[in-house]
Structure formats: structure tokens, C-alpha cells
């Protein structure tokens, strides 16, 4: 598992747990944690970490965060209802 210091990767993970990525805009129950926050629970199976960093921000970075998968937050419309509803989401970005 890698999880990169805060203050080398400039780690900002914005955490939403609500019952799913279905609300479109809606910022309520968005809030954000530390990597020592998401450390405890990165064995809970109802966790997806969604990364959410850009173009060559994503592919020049030697630091991922194990099980992440990468997503375009530009393209949200594209995979929003690609994701199980009843899951915890953490998306992250630089």
C-alpha cells in the first residue's frame, strides 16, 4: 500500500459519504480528511477511492494510492452510475 506524505504530494482528499455519486452538484456531505484519516479505512470493502487527478498530474505521479481507480472528473456524467450507491467515496486529487 502506498500513501504519500501530505506535504510532498499536496494530497487533497475530499471525502463524500452519502448513499452514492447520484447527486449531481450537491456539496452536502462532502468533507475533507487527511491520509492519516483514510489510513484505518482502506481494508473496508465499502470503501472506493476514486482518483480524480488530471491528465498528466495522474500519469507523471509515482504516488497512488493502492485499489484507486482513476477518473476524469471533467467526464463525472460518463461514470457517475458506474458506481454501486451504497458505498463510501473518497475522491482525491492534487
Do not use: Q
Not at 495522474?58 to 494510492?65: L, N, R, T, V
Amino acid at each position: 500500500m502506498i500513501i504519500p506524505r501530505l506535504s510532498l504530494f499536496g494530497l487533497l482528499i475530499a471525502m463524500l459519504i452519502m448513499t452514492g455519486l447520484a447527486a449531481s452538484s450537491a456539496v452536502a456531505g462532502v468533507g475533507l480528511m487527511t491520509k492519516d484519516d483514510l489510513k484505518p479505512m482502506l481494508d473496508d470493502p465499502d470503501l472506493v477511492i476514486l482518483d480524480v487527478r488530471a491528465g498528466k498530474d495522474w500519469k507523471s505521479s509515482e504516488f497512488k494510492i493502492k485499489g484507486a481507480t482513476h477518473v476524469e472528473s471533467n467526464k463525472y456524467a460518463d461514470w457517475k452510475g458506474t458506481y454501486p450507491k451504497d458505498k463510501k467515496y473518497v475522491l482525491y486529487c492534487a
